[in-house]
T-cell receptor, first 114, second 107 residues
Framework: ETGVTQSPTHLIKTRGQQVTLRCSSQ?????VSWYQQALGQGPQFIFQYYREEENGRGNFPPRFSGLQFPNYSSELNVNALELDDSALYLC?????????????FGAGSRLTVL | GIQVEQSPPDLILQEGANSTLRCNFS?????LQWFHQNPWGQLINLFYIPSGTKQNGRLSATTVATERYSLLYISSSQTTDSGVYFCAVREGGKLIFGQGTELSVKP
């Protein structure tokens, strides 16, 4: 149990649909980041939120968007799904925005796009 | 950006054997973590080790920041050690992961 929970654990969508993935962080962890992990690859940074504002983004198109809420939960939204969006999506939280902090990951949401 | 390379990409061990996994990075870092990803996808923190040596049971890690590499040692391997091991370094607010080492420990 890492204190970071994600839902759903698995889901299947079709191309063109939209999906919302959810993450609940540990209390006091006001920084949350999302990663995409394609099969056989290392996780890739999507974006980070700090105090409900996006403050860093990786090389992902605008159809990947997010929200962070005051209760330490967050969402990743992906519009107009493509086949290549099939991946494990990981949420990670940390108590602070910068510095030498350890990220704690959830178990992930595995998305399959058909 | 920083490049992270891990070796070997795959490793098969007999239970009880020892192993060393390597992580090279292209620039100086002040934050390096080792993770174990189990077959269900969960990334488990093993070590936060920007420099020096740490040990936790059968696992230990050493980072030589000036030479831009880190090593993860697994001694007396067990079948439960199987999975993918990632190292990751921090650049700004994000972690940059290597491609991982997939370890399979046979009984």
């Amino acid at each position: 149990e890492t204190g970071v929970t994600q839902s759903p654990t698995h889901l299947i969508k079709t191309r063109g649909q939209q999906v919302t993935l959810r993450c609940s962080s540990q209390s006091g962890h006001n920084t949350v980041s999302w990663y995409q992990q394609a099969l056989g690859q290392g996780p890739q940074f999507i974006f980070q939120y700090y105090r409900e504002e996006e403050n860093g983004r990786g090389n992902f198109p605008p159809r990947f968007s997010g929200l962070q809420f005051p209760n330490y939960s967050s969402e990743l939204n992906v519009n107009a799904l493509e086949l290549d969006d099939s991946a494990l999506y990981l949420c990670a939280s940390t108590p602070a925005i910068s510095g030498a902090n350890v990220l704690t990951f959830g178990a992930g949401s595995r998305l399959t796009v058909l | 950006g920083i490049q992270v390379e891990q070796s070997p990409p795959d490793l098969i061990l007999q239970e009880g054997a020892n192993s060393t996994l390597r992580c090279n990075f292209s620039d100086s870092v002040n934050n390096l973590q080792w993770f174990h990803q189990n077959p269900w996808g969960q990334l488990i923190n093993l070590f936060y080790i920007p420099s020096g040596t740490k040990q936790n049971g059968r696992l230990s890690a050493t980072t030589v920041a000036t030479e831009r590499y880190s090593l993860l040692y697994i001694s007396s391997s067990q079948t439960t050690d199987s999975g993918v091991y990632f190292c990751a370094v921090r650049e700004g607010g994000k972690l940059i992961f290597g491609q991982g080492t997939e370890l399979s420990v046979k009984p």
